[in-house]
């Protein structure tokens, strides 16, 4: 939308555009179907002699304009820094621009990272769980297996018939082995 605006010097202006035609006041607010607004003055003595053009862009048709005017190159291809430009007539307008970029950039990184901290939290805390549950199955069953045998278990008591039972047969092995070994002899 663009608007031709006209100051006369007793606080008034005129706004000629396809969808607005009249005489306001600063401070007042002025209203379309599409926007609103209020024109205040920035200049104190009143000296307004020119007329002036406003246009009016939907974010749309903005954003594609800074994406054809935006530049963005790789510094090295060994670090993860880049270098954004934006021409723009205005240099503060520009600096605005990349500043809110940047501002943007940073938070949408951040609410990545949190997204990937509650995921691997999430992640890990269904781990304990089941392997909680798990281990408190586990020693459910050995209590109910201690319960049903007549005689308690000691395992440090099998343990040592069993390290005895071992040393039985390898003693009985190396007998075998002997007896071999002798009857190969003599034949």
Known sequence: MELKLRFSKNQEFSIKSDKINGTFHFKDTIKTPEISFIVEPQVSNNKYSKDYIVTINTPEAVANKYLYFSFVTIVTKESNLIQMQVQETVPRKGQDLLNKLYEVYTRI??????????????????????????????????????????????LQDQAKISLINSNEVQKQLVQQDVQILVIESLE
């Open 109 to 154: 990184n951040q609410d990545n990272k949190n997204k990937m901290v509650d995921t691997s939290i999430n992640f890990i805390d269904n781990r304990l769980r089941v392997v909680t549950e798990e281990l408190s199955g586990v020693e459910k069953n050995i209590e109910q297996f201690k319960k049903t045998t007549e005689s308690p278990i000691n």
